[in-house]
T-cell receptor, first 118, second 114 residues
Framework: EAGVTQFPSHSVIEKGQTVTLRCDPISGHDNLYWYRRVMGKEIKFLLH????????ESGMPNNRFLAERTGGTYSTLKVQPAELEDSGVYFC????????????????FGSGTRLTVV | GENVEQHPSTLSVQEGDSAVIKCTYSDSASNYFPWYKQELGKGSQLIID?????GEKKDQRIAVTLNKTAKHFSLHITETQPEDSAVYFC?????????????FGSGTRLQVQP
């Protein structure tokens, strides 16, 4: 089974430019999450999709960040325009809750995209 | 909101020794506590989790304990091996709401010396 795939693995852009990160979840996983770790601090939640719908976007820092998940498959996270403080590692994760059998709530994380804004 | 603190930030042990990583959380309503292992260049992998209705869970050399009263939980790795070297993250969440957001600790870099 393929894991969660993120690309690019690294991105270096100038302040003011636009960057789009992509995440391909595990096939069949309805839940997709974006997290980020900035400046070596804690990993912080950004948002949660259930299929194509935004279930929770309480962690999105500001309107320069736009996440989409068209068709409920892969997701993109666009930063426009990028600022220096956006530098960090952006993680995507997916999960397939199984409420009825009390199944695995655990996420599978991708390896992350390291974004550097200069 | 929830706040999770994790200690120590780095931990070095000799192969075969035990390692313990501790986390505290602030929201008494949190009821799900997973632990993730992140190896260099790889995604974080869930290694064990515990729900608030149990106090301890074991899986081979790995165990997690939870003290709801004190609001802390710990990861125990016994008979450590070099391949256990990685960064470990604890997290807390609530499963009784529609939210699935995890609040993470700051991570512990474990180094197992052969």
């Amino acid at each position: 089974e393929a894991g969660v795939t993120q690309f690019p693995s690294h991105s270096v852009i100038e302040k003011g430019q636009t960057v789009t990160l992509r995440c391909d979840p595990i096939s069949g996983h309805d839940n997709l999450y974006w997290y980020r770790r900035v400046m070596g601090k804690e990993i912080k939640f950004l948002l949660h999709f259930v299929k194509e719908s935004k279930q929770d976007e309480s962690g999105m820092p500001n309107n320069r960040f736009l996440a989409e998940r068209t068709g409920g498959t892969y997701s993109t996270l666009k930063v426009q325009p990028a600022e220096l403080e956006d530098s960090g590692v952006y993680f995507c994760a997916s999960s397939q809750d199984n409420i009825w059998t009390g199944g695995d709530y655990g996420y599978t994380f991708g390896s992350g995209t390291r974004l550097t804004v200069v | 909101g929830e706040n999770v603190e994790q200690h120590p930030s780095t931990l070095s042990v000799q192969e075969g020794d035990s390692a313990v990583i501790k986390c505290t959380y602030s929201d008494s309503a949190s009821n799900y506590f997973p632990w993730y292992k992140q190896e260099l260049g790889k995604g974080s992998q869930l290694i064990i989790d515990i729900r608030s209705n149990v106090g301890e869970k074991k899986d081979q050399r790995i165990a997690v304990t939870l003290n709801k009263t004190a609001k802390h939980f710990s990861l125990h790795i016994t008979e450590t091996q070099p391949e256990d070297s990685a960064v470990y993250f604890c997290a807390a969440s609530r499963l009784d709401t529609g939210r699935r957001a995890l609040t993470f600790g700051s991570g512990t870099r474990l180094q197992v010396q052969p």
